[in-house]
Structures are given as C-alpha cells and as structure tokens.
C-alpha cells in the first residue's frame, strides 16, 4: 500500500517536472521562432549559411551591392574670367530732332546718318556687336568673345528704333539690344513701337529687354510698386516674343536697394545704368555701365570713346 502511493506520488512528480520541461521547451521553441521571423535577412543567410560549404561562405563584411570605383574629380579646363572690359553703347533717339528741339532732345538723339556711319565704322575696325547674354555667359561659363565685341543698347523702345535702326542694323547684319517701357506700347503711344514691331524685331535676332513699365523714378517705392513696374514687363515681354527677358534698364538710371533685391527676386542676371565705364564683372553685374552716344558726336569723337574702352 506504501508501495503504491510512493509510486503514484513518484509518478505524480514525474509527470509535473515533464510537463514543466515541456512548457519550457515550448516557450524557448517559439521565442526562437519569432525572432527568426522578426529579422527575416538574419534567418535566411542562417539557412543559406548552413547548406554552403565554408569555402563558400560569405564574408561577413562583404556587401550584397556591386562597388563603383571612386574617381577623383578633375579639375574644370574652362576659365571663367575675372572681368570683361566691353563697351555697352547707350543710344536714345536714332532720328533727326524736331524744329526746335531742346539741348536734351538734340544729345539723345543721333540722326540715321551719323548712326549708319557709326556702323561702318564699326564693321571697317574689326568690331563684332554681341548681346547682353553674350557678355553674361562669357563671365559665368568662359565662353570665348569675338575680338572687338560691342553692345548696342537703345532706351525706352521708341518708333525710330523700329524705322532707323533696326533696318540698318540688318544691313550690315549686327545686333541690337532694345530696352522697351511697356505702357508706352500698351497705350499706342504713337512715338513709340508696337507689340507687332517688337514682335518682328525680336524674330530677326533684337534682344527685347525691360526698361520698366512706366519709367517712373523707381527709388523710395513700396514692394507692390516694384513688382508692378518690374515684373508686370518681364512677363508682357515674354507673353510677345516667347522670350523671356533677363536684363533690365534702369529708368533715368536711377535705383536703390529695394529695386535691387526686387530684380534679384525675379531673375534677372544683369542690369544696365546711365553711368560711364566698360569694365564688367559678375559682382558688378546689377550695375553695369554703359557709353554714352551723344547726339552730334563726330565720327572721330565715336572712335576714340569705342578705342578707349575696347578690348577684352
Ligand atoms: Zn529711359
């Protein structure tokens, strides 16, 4: 009988401490299972792993992705200049004054044909007429100039512009950058183009750029004046031509700070002033100079402001 109970209470035990193993056992079976599924990579190269033979087995650094050779970087074979010395020739009027013009009117305005002269003697002296881009690539990308370059820059869009010069212009097959105040298109102002001639100019190769919207003095304005008078061009000038105009001209040459920042907002790469000099830079780019081309000039007094500022 004590035989008995011994042997069932040793079964008993036998039976707990099993089945304590099992639930053991179990727990460490399914542990192991989940983390083998929570970082399948890791179960799967110990799968792999464990079919290779060692020789093949991978190294642990090794990575799953192809190497690229790491090329050091060669230094750029374009030299970008410093600065550029070209004259940017300011005209206005390319007409014969009125009866009684004032001393203004009669030295903004040089006549067809002192400014046909002016040409020949330009293409007689090795001179090439480039473009505002042209001048602007050359100081950020190095693109090369030709030799004797100059810019022919003409303010406020008048009609003359589109009877004078631009004919002449094609005659001896130049280029011209014409700075337009668009209101004065945009009203008919009849001493001034139309959207049509600017349109046709544009076609034959002109530069079309912006000299404002009113010609107003631009200083001391508030922020919706500016974008009013400065972008309000830009995108009537680009709407015209499918050009999108990068360079601007100040009106009367005059400017401050917030003219500055709101031509920087929108783009623009280069702006032109009213004052004397040829030497053009990047940093210098917002306020680059111009020559002057005073009406009565003699053709000795043209050569020897486009002799004294030429050269690259
Ligand atoms: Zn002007």
Known sequence: MILLSLATY?????????????????????????????????????????????????????????????????????????????????????????????????????????????????????????????????????????????????????????????????????RGTFFITTDFINFGNPNHLTWEMVKEMSAAGMDIESHARTHRDLRNRDFQFLVWEILGPIEQITAHTGKRPRFFCYPSGRYDQAVIRMLRSVQTWAAVTTEHGATHTLANAITWRRLRVHGRATLEQFAKMLASAGGT
């Open 10 to 174: 040793y079964n008993y035990a036998i039976n707990l401490i099993m089945s304590h193993l099992a639930r053991v056992a179990l727990i460490a079976v399914l542990s192991l299972a989940f983390v083998l599924s929570a970082e399948p990579g890791r179960g799967r190269v110990a799968i792999a792993d464990a079919r290779l033979p060692p020789e093949d087995q991978p190294s642990p650094t090794a990575s799953p992705y192809p190497t690229v050779p790491v090329v050091p970087p060669t230094p750029t074979p374009v030299r970008v200049p410093i600065s550029a010395r070209v004259p940017i020739l300011m005209y206005h009027y390319i007409s014969t004054p009125p009866p009684g013009a004032d001393r203004y009117r009669i030295d903004l305005s040089v006549t067809p044909q002192d400014f046909e002269r002016q040409l020949q003697h330009l293409a007689s002296n090795g001179y090439t007429t480039i473009s505002l881009y042209e001048l602007y690539a050359h100081l950020t990308l190095g693109r090369s100039l030709p030799p004797r370059p100059v810019v022919l820059t003409f303010d406020d869009g008048y009609r003359d512009h589109y009877e004078h010069a631009f004919p002449l212009l094609k005659k001896y097959g130049m």
